[in-house]
């Protein structure tokens, strides 16, 4: 996972999110913020909004700009994808 939090807010935001959503996969954080060098590597229609998900398996790419509610939602959107044939 990829975070695009303020690397000011790693400690008053980013951990306490993971915490409290029991998130337990590895979560890096990109403070990068020249963000035409690698925007369209996301994803080439990307606007940049956050939070986004790129999920990718083998050649297949799915990318969304959306929030999900709650981590069971953004599990359940993720296992939807990984269990395509």
Request: glycine letters at 2%; charged letters at 30%; proline letters at 4%.
């Amino acid at each position: 996972m990829v975070s695009l939090d303020f690397k000011k807010q790693l400690e008053s935001k980013l951990r306490p999110f993971l915490a409290s959503e029991k998130i337990t996969a590895d979560v890096f954080l990109l403070d990068d913020k020249d963000y035409n060098r690698w925007l369209a590597k996301v994803d080439e229609f990307w606007s940049g909004s956050i939070p986004s998900t790129l999920l990718i398996k083998g050649k297949k790419r799915l990318f969304t700009e959306q929030e999900f509610d709650h981590y069971d939602a953004l599990k359940d959107y993720v296992f939807s994808f990984i269990n395509q044939p």
